[in-house]
């Protein structure tokens, strides 16, 4: 089952209308970041961004245990528009145990 989201107003919505995120746009108004909280923990569960404005986004973390954390980091390091290189602390110790690189995106 996938979930349905909706912005409005740099505030993100989840389908059932609560709020579980914000967003920001660039000066031509398309998306640049958004980070949730789908939890209500207080702390951020992904965030994901465009940091070179071109529409794709380039970079994403996601807190996978609601500690605070973010335990994995994605990055499209050559810009094509998927993401190819990732990191992963699996023990959630704050080292990255797992990096992988995949020039031909995950």
Same mark, same amino acid.
């Given at each position: 089952?996938? @979930?349905? &989201? /909706? ?5 993100v &919505?989840? %389908? !059932?209308? /609560?709020?579980? $995120?914000? &967003?920001?746009? *660039? %000066? =031509?108004? /398309?998306? +640049?970041s958004?980070? =949730? +909280? @789908? ?5 951020v569960d ?7 404005? !071109? ?8 807190d996978?245990?609601?500690?605070g &954390?973010?335990e994995?980091? #994605? #990055? *499209?390091?050559? !810009?094509d $528009?998927d993401?190819?290189?990732? %990191?992963? *602390?699996?023990?959630?110790?704050g080292t990255y145990e =797992?990096?992988?690189t995949?020039? !031909?995106?995950?």
């Amino acid at each position: 089952m996938s @979930e349905n &989201y /909706q912005f409005a107003n740099g505030t993100v &919505y989840g %389908a !059932n209308g /609560q709020v579980v $995120g914000t &967003y920001t746009t *660039d %000066a =031509t108004g /398309q998306i +640049d970041s958004v980070s =949730t +909280d @789908e939890d209500h923990n207080g702390a951020v569960d992904t965030i994901i961004a465009d940091t070179d404005h !071109n529409g794709s986004f380039e970079s994403a973390m996601v807190d996978t245990n609601a500690d605070g &954390y973010g335990e994995t980091i #994605l #990055l *499209d390091t050559d !810009n094509d $528009g998927d993401f190819d290189t990732s %990191a992963v *602390d699996t023990n959630s110790d704050g080292t990255y145990e =797992t990096v992988a690189t995949d020039p !031909n995106g995950f």
